[in-house]
């Protein structure tokens, strides 16, 4: 299960980065959403992953005393989806409009602002 | 102490914008809550500096939770200065909006996001926790992402390609350095942190997810080589927007870098070498790219980056007095950024265009402006006695006991190339005779204003450039408060104590 993940996440990652360094922006976009999912199966497998072992205790006893599956990366997970849903579409209508303006899809064409007299 | 209090900002912040959002359209009802609550919310920064001041150390710890389970607040004297800074410069930008936003941008819901912003400044200055500080950077650059598209001129579209894609890395390198982090320490708590990383043994991924924090806030306070998206957006949106993305936004980037480097990664050789190396390359090529631009608000974003490498040299050099050093200029960069970007939306107003080549003439037609002016201009040259020069004085005496030479002839460079292009700029826009300028039709010039706007924008940049005189002339008050926010910083203990001591007191 590790492995495949480790794979995975190195897959996500490179995929991510290699979208990111291509002109246009829409696989800009989806490379930013690769690289998002690959950091959050990065805290999925960072946090240990236990099979079949809930986090709950036992009502005859104080605390748990077994290994458990650690609820809290979930709970980063889960954050870290939300807060990426949101900048995502933000980041779509974004491009969306940037196209409408600027009539291009190459990123390399945005560079009126670089230009020093404008 | 635990002081349930200390979120108050950051309530504040969100209360305001909640209310602001009920006048959507009645951008007037806008205006006059946007300068109460600001006023009031500089007054709450103020009781908590003061309550932090002499009480020491205060904690929250969310939903009584203790450390290091749950989340929590901390605020400290580094913290609560921050606070106080983000509440004056968002008073100030708040107050210059309402004159200088059309209300075209007001009815898209202008100052709530600015709010809203404020309220994710305040959250990631307070916070103890590296998650909860992940998720206010996020809350800081979805705001900021509104408010740099905002209008949505083609310009602004541009840049925000460029800011928010830069951003959205940096947040996935943020993350994924939490995540081995987490892996690595079991905790999130940063004082907790600071106890666990110490003892683990396997320094080489410690060191790598150093740096991967390192280049997760170097994008989001522009360290050299990663600063490029700065330059290429700042200049894009509305002065006031500009003045407070110029003012805080590197600066929080900053604030977590020292506050990361001095808590949970100690540097060691390398890591201090790097930095170094780092704080010279930003100096030069920020000084070198501000002499190259024409248009003055690319020329401030370049000072910016510049400027950012004073404070990294701080944290390079590490000792107490470089930090007093970073954290001084930290104080008075917040305030005379925030300032020099409101004064070039006054100079838009007067003259219709931000080229210093076709600016020209405004020392003789508006004296007292450019005297205004000159104030903040001349402390970011660190022309003593202003609050500039202050600053270099221990950064420079903090690398010779250090002896770190290249980087105090990087800091002297820095502070010469800063210099120049101030004097050039004072030449060019308010000495050199004035051109006649076409009249621009979109623009609304400063003299058709309202009188209500045209002193909505000259007062915010008053009050800041007597807060920049304060620095200056009274150095003392703000070297005392450095002195003690860099021995809090260098000696952690006062700061884990205050966060997971309160697990002894309450069973």
């Known amino acids: 299960m590790e492995l495949i993940l480790v794979v995975i996440i190195g897959l996500l990652y490179a995929s991510g980065i290699y979208m990111m360094l291509r002109r246009s922006m829409v696989k800009l976009i989806i490379g930013l959403i690769l690289l998002g999912n690959g950091a959050n199966m990065l805290i999925f497998l960072l946090g240990r992953i236990v099979k079949g072992k809930p986090p709950i205790i036992d009502s005859t006893a104080k605390m748990l005393t077994e290994i458990y599956a650690d609820p809290v990366p979930q709970a980063l997970i889960l954050t870290a989806i939300v807060i990426s849903f949101g900048l995502q579409s933000f980041a779509i209508i974004l491009v969306k409009r940037a196209y409408k303006i600027t009539q291009t899809d190459d990123l390399d064409e945005l560079n009126t602002t670089d230009e020093i007299y404008e | ?507």
């Open chain 2, 1 to 507: 102490m635990n002081n349930p209090y200390i979120v108050l900002p950051v309530i504040f912040q969100l209360f305001t914008s909640v209310l602001l959002m009920f006048f959507w359209y009645r951008v007037n009802a806008q205006r006059l809550i946007t300068i109460i609550c600001s006023i009031i919310s500089v007054g709450i920064a103020i009781w908590l500096f003061k309550e932090v001041y002499q009480n020491g150390i205060l904690t929250m710890q969310a939903g009584e939770w203790q450390a290091p389970f749950g989340i929590t607040f901390v605020a400290d004297l580094f913290s609560t200065t921050m606070v106080l800074l983000t509440a004056i410069s968002g008073m100030a930008v708040g107050i210059f909006s309402t004159g200088s936003i059309r209300n075209a941008r007001l009815k898209f819901g202008y100052f709530p996001i600015l709010n809203f912003l404020l309220m994710g400044l305040h959250g990631a200055f307070l916070t103890g926790d590296i998650f909860n500080l992940y998720v206010w950077f996020e809350i800081i650059i979805i705001a900021s992402f509104v408010l740099i598209t905002i209008g949505g001129e083609k310009a602004q579209i541009e840049g925000a390609i460029k800011y928010v894609t830069m951003n959205l890395l940096a947040s996935a390198i943020f993350l994924t350095a939490i995540a081995i982090l987490y892996g690595l320490a079991g905790s999130l708590n940063m004082a907790d942190l600071s106890i666990q990383v110490a003892e683990i043994e396997n320094r080489g991924l410690v060191n790598v997810v150093a740096i991967l924090f390192l280049v997760g806030f170097g994008i989001k306070s522009a360290i050299f080589p990663l600063y490029f998206w700065l330059p290429a957006s700042y200049h894009t949106p509305p002065p006031a927007i500009s003045a407070v993305f110029g003012g805080l936004l590197t600066k929080v980037g900053v604030y977590a870098l020292l506050r990361i480097f001095t808590l949970i990664f100690i540097p060691d050789e390398f890591l201090g070498n790097l930095l170094v190396v780092l704080a010279c390359m930003t100096i030069l090529s920020g000084g070198l790219g501000a002499i190259l631009q024409v248009n003055m608000r690319k020329i401030f974003s370049y000072l910016i980056v510049c400027h950012i490498g004073f404070m990294l040299a701080g944290l390079g050099i590490y000792t107490e007095l470089a930090i007093m050093g970073a954290i001084f200029y930290l104080i008075h960069d917040i305030i005379v950024k925030t300032n020099l970007f409101l004064a070039s939306g006054l100079i838009f107003k007067l003259k219709g265009t931000l080229n210093i080549e076709k600016l020209g003439g405004i020392y003789k037609k508006y004296p007292k402006f450019s005297l205004l002016i000159a104030i903040p201009l001349f402390s970011l040259a660190g022309i003593p006695p202003l609050s500039g020069f202050w600053a270099k004085v221990f950064l420079i005496e903090g690398g010779y006991k250090a002896n770190e030479w290249m980087l105090i002839g990087f800091i002297i460079l820095g502070s010469f190339l800063t210099l120049w292009v101030i004097a050039k700029l004072w030449a060019e826009v308010f000495w050199k005779d004035a051109v006649a300028l076409p009249k621009k039709i979109n623009v609304k010039y400063f003299h058709e204003l309202k009188p209500f706007k045209r002193w909505a924008m000259v007062i915010p940049i008053i009050l800041l450039a007597v807060t920049s005189l304060y620095i200056g002339l009274a150095a003392e008050h703000i070297i005392l408060l450095s002195k003690q926010i860099a021995a809090e910083l260098m000696n952690p203990s006062a700061y884990l104590d205050a966060v997971l001591g309160a697990k002894t007191e309450t069973p």
